[in-house]
């Protein structure tokens, strides 16, 4: 399914609702963020003004002075380095659609968290929610899947995932060498963790 039908899906899906929560789900670098952009972009061009919003998991990164501290630092990214109890809190408020609920982001030039990036108001009648582990099958994580009405799951393939992470570290300025390692060390443990342990999505993209 392309980013336009699937667009078309969402707000069939959507309509009438207050508030319709799609889950974008996937390993490290399997094009979910570009995703939620293109279909927000897309959901909004079909509404007289706009209506839905991308929220990021991103911004529950815990500090680098928290994961130094429990001598996590080297896998920032797998589950145990993010505030997962606080982004199920925020999900919660957002699925409750009560009042608005600011939501923080992450600046990756300063590898920290920035807070209150954005405001999710009762104009977001949808909310496309993107991340690694939205659909794990362990708590507290397994606490969000009652709030989706609708899931995806992105997989293109754990040898293509290993191509895009390589790359995305020479992006970086690492040499090739160096990239591989990187991706090898934290990201594709992390990639193959997602596919291992989350419960089926409803929609499954491959590409």
């Known amino acids: 399914m392309n980013s336009d039908r699937l667009a078309d899906h969402i707000i069939e899906r959507a309509a009438g609702e207050d508030r319709f929560i799609v889950a974008i789900a996937g390993p490290p670098a399997s094009g979910k963020s570009t995703l939620a952009e293109e279909l927000s972009h897309r959901i909004d061009a079909h509404?007289?003004?706009?209506?839905?919003?991308?929220?990021?998991?991103?911004?529950?990164?815990?500090?680098?002075?928290?994961?130094?501290?429990?001598?996590?630092?080297?896998?920032?990214?797998?589950?145990?380095?993010?505030?997962?109890?606080?982004?199920?809190?925020?999900?919660?408020?957002?699925?409750?659609?009560?009042?608005?609920?600011?939501?923080?982001?992450?600046?990756?030039?300063?590898?920290?968290?920035?807070?209150?990036?954005?405001?999710?108001?009762r104009n977001h009648r949808i909310v496309l929610v993107e991340g690694n582990y939205l659909l794990l099958d362990s708590k507290p994580w397994f606490d969000l899947l009652p709030l989706f009405d609708l899931t995806v799951c992105l997989n293109p393939g754990i040898a293509e995932i290993n191509d895009r992470l390589v790359q995305r570290w020479i992006t970086h300025g690492h040499d090739p060498a160096g990239a591989r390692q990187r991706a090898m060390s934290n990201d594709i443990p992390n990639a193959k963790y997602v596919l291992e342990n989350s419960v089926p999505a409803e929609l499954t993209i491959s590409s």
């Open 47 to 121: 509404c007289d003004e706009p209506t839905s919003a991308v929220v990021a998991m991103d911004g529950f990164h815990l500090d680098n002075s928290v994961l130094d501290s429990r001598g996590l630092r080297h896998r920032k990214g797998a589950p145990e380095t993010f505030d997962a109890d606080g982004f199920v809190g925020m999900m919660r408020r957002i699925a409750a659609n009560e009042q608005p609920v600011s939501v923080p982001g992450f600046d990756r030039e300063v590898d920290a968290v920035v807070e209150d990036v954005q405001l999710i108001g």
